[in-house]
């Protein structure tokens, strides 16, 4: 078998995008770490979250988390000393954003130069985030502790005042980008497409024939989806793809999790 590596999103590519589960994909999964395919985890969660997964489902592969903010690698992962930005638990951290000190001091002010009223994790209590959110506390939490960014989840998004207070954050820097609920203040160097280039770059110095695999589901995963050498677009429920279009991207005739089944097992 050639040398790979997987990059996948995780909400609604790998996990299942109404209940989250993980049990379509787990076993394959682990079968791929057991022969030593990295199983990469790029998306917008956060740390805490991602390592919820991981530990679930026994993957020790680096991870990438809040969209390309952050590369995490295990310390000693590869056979050569690399460079990072900082060091968080046994991990060595590759930084492309900026940290969440910065933009929430960036998002104080510009609130209060355009007089919008939203309110984000840092402003609300774990109760009320999890009432939000309808996930209980501890999900809640693993959700709200952010490094790289900041989700914007109560008041109007459709006033003047937040217009203004969106680009004043652009001026800083940053970026303010419309999820399905919520909005995500974070750095405009944050990229998935990047994130997955840099680490890939590391595992080609090792094996240099490494091929990189990507899997997604959304617009949100479209430069991860063009970074990669074998791009693959699983389905949304109600079995249909967005609208996408990258260099040899594959379209996989199957809902998330079981796409990804279907895709990773015709690459074995
Ligand atoms: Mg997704």
Redesign the pocket.
């Known amino acids: 078998m050639e040398n790979i590596v997987i990059y996948t999103?995780?909400?609604?590519?790998l996990i299942d995008?109404e209940d989250y589960s993980f049990e379509v994909t787990a076993t394959l999964v682990r079968k791929l770490e057991g022969i030593g395919v990295p199983v990469v985890f790029c998306?917008?969660k956060t740390r805490e979250e991602q390592a919820y997964y991981r530990e679930a489902i026994g993957v020790k592969a680096p991870f990438i988390t809040e969209n390309g903010s952050a590369i995490f690698i295990p310390q000693d992962y590869f056979p050569f000393t690399i460079e990072f930005d900082s060091q968080i638990d046994d991990y060595l951290v590759v930084e492309l954003g900026t940290n969440r000190e910065n933009i929430l001091k960036e998002l104080e002010e510009a609130r209060k130069k355009s007089g919008a009223k939203v309110f984000g994790y840092a402003d609300l209590g774990i109760d009320e985030i999890s009432q939000i959110l309808k996930l209980d506390k501890k999900a809640s939490q693993r959700a709200a502790t952010r490094d790289y960014s900041e989700t914007l989840i109560k008041g109007d998004k459709s006033t003047k005042a937040f217009k203004e207070m969106t680009a004043l954050l652009e001026k800083a820097g940053l970026q303010c980008n419309a999820g399905g609920k919520f909005h995500t203040v974070i750095s405009k160097k944050s990229d998935k497409g990047k994130a997955v280039k840099k680490l890939h770059q590391l595992y080609k110095r090792q094996f240099p024939k490494m091929i990189s695999v990507g899997l997604?589901?959304?617009a949100?995963?479209l430069p991860l989806l063009q970074s990669v050498d074998r791009p693959f677009l699983v389905q949304k429920p109600g079995n249909w793809w967005d609208d996408l279009q990258a260099p040899n991207l594959v379209k996989v005739p199957a809902i998330g999790p079981k796409g990804w089944v279907e895709a990773v097992k015709g690459l074995l």
């Open positions: 999103d995780l909400d609604g590519t995008f998306s917008s997604g589901d959304s949100n995963d």
